[in-house]
């Protein structure tokens, strides 16, 4: 069951990154197609707990939630995205996803009571590996700036203390995950609203609101799996197998059916993903 829910969770994430792409690259604009997703997610959220009889306030997970909220609207929807509009897309990408460097140091310090077989740490290394090779798979689209330097060390940051504080409710508020979610998503609406206001943008459109909504309903299912596999399975699993899976999926995706050149990066950093993936759940 619980290595079924990680399928679900892959297919998920693997369904979010080109919806978002689709729009951003066709006129969509990153705060008004973020506020569009943090109000659905919001909106989701409360209808599953009070259906599913769970509490919307913790004030473990509700506060971990508030820094989870800040660093969506804040560090993804504003500084990640200026830095994918500034610099090179591939490392852009990689270093917004290594923070889940974060969560996986937190656990082998202050959670883990047992020794990782070195199997387990060669499994990591090639997944965080084929990740910067899927990364570098197309060649960078424009140069790197001081200003893309400085943004991204910001981002990376804040996707560090997002997963963290994800991975921390876990074990401080195990059952308290619509808390966890209605917290972050209220926290990005009210940020994301204020900056939309500041900036004086036009209401969102059509494609912002569809993709948003589909991106919000989404993740407030996803974000739940994400909690309780936490759980089950460690985040040295999770976090790498989450991410690099859904890149592998849509590369080769792209490959067999839209027809794109995978190349010898394209092909050996998928190798390198699906191995590692591999290792990683065979030996937890």
Known sequence: MDYFLL????????????????VLRN????????????????LTSLIL????????????????????????????????????????AGPTTVMNNLGALWPIIIEMVFFSDRKMPLLFYF???????????????????SEISREWVILIIIGWLFSGASMSSQFLSTRYAPGDFFAFTIS????ATMILL????????????KKEIIAGAYTGTISSISIPITYY?????????????????PAVLILLISFLFLKEKLGMKGWTASLMGITGILVLTIIK
């Open 184 to 187: 972050c998503y209220f926290v």
């Open 27 to 42: 006129g969509g604009r990153s705060v008004p197609l973020g506020l569009c997703i943090s109000f659905s997610g919001v």
């Open 7 to 22: 399928v679900c969770l892959i297919l998920i994430n693997a369904s979010i990154w080109p919806v978002n792409r689709w």
């Open 229 to 245: 596999l936490l759980n089950k399975i460690s985040a040295s699993v999770i976090y790498p197998v989450t991410i690099v899976a």
């Open 194 to 205: 204020v900056i939309q206001l500041v900036n004086r943008n036009a209401l969102p459109k």
């Open 123 to 141: 499994g990591l290394l090639i997944t965080f590996l084929s990740m910067i090779l899927l990364s570098v798979n197309k060649d960078p689209d």
């Open 49 to 88: 707990a009070a259906v599913l009889k769970y509490k919307i306030f913790s004030p473990v997970a509700s506060g971990l939630g508030v820094v989870t909220g800040i660093a969506l609207s804040v560090g993804f929807c504003v500084v990640i995205l200026r830095c994918l509009k500034i610099g090179p």
